[in-house]
């Protein structure tokens, strides 16, 4: 009997870290653009994009194996997003985008292609 190894898509620790810092939140300001790529045996299934500049914050689901990307917003410590509420969470379909704007300094993100980020992995 043979015994056959099943590889995986290797992962470049360089390519991992954007995605953490999505699945995991992370700050953005002004003038700043983030995209999350997954690939599985080097074959992209599927990337987001989030570009902000200035008070405009552009997101874009541009793949997803799902059919769609789930984003999650919240602003600093003790500042709601948008100004009724303490987090804002929306999907987009593949090739959709979608632009707020007026978002706070600081604002976290979080994003996921399976469904809404909830905490643990979503650290608003």
């Known amino acids: ?3 056959h190894s099943i590889q995986r898509g290797w992962r470049s620790p360089a390519v991992l870290f954007p995605i953490l810092l999505l699945l995991g939140g992370c ?8 995209e999350s790529v997954v690939s599985l045996d080097h074959v992209k299934v599927d990337a987001a994009r ?7 914050v552009r997101f874009t689901c541009m793949q997803s194996r799902s059919g769609a990307c789930y984003f999650k917003v919240a602003g ?3 500042v709601q997003v948008p100004p009724d509420a303490t987090e ?3 999907q987009l379909a593949a090739g959709q985008s979608r632009e707020l704007k007026g978002l706070p300094a ?3 993100h979080c994003l996921d292609y399976t469904g809404t980020p909830h905490a643990p992995d979503c650290a608003l």
């Not at 700050?27 to 983030?34: G, Q």
């Not at 989030?50 to 405009?56: E, K, N, T």
């Open 27 to 34: 700050h953005v300001h002004a003038d700043v653009s983030i």
């Open 50 to 56: 989030i570009v902000a500049r200035g008070d405009r």
């Open 1 to 3: 009997m043979r015994l």
């Open 76 to 78: 600093p410590a003790a």
């Open 88 to 90: 804002l969470a929306f």
């Open 106 to 108: 600081g604002f976290r």
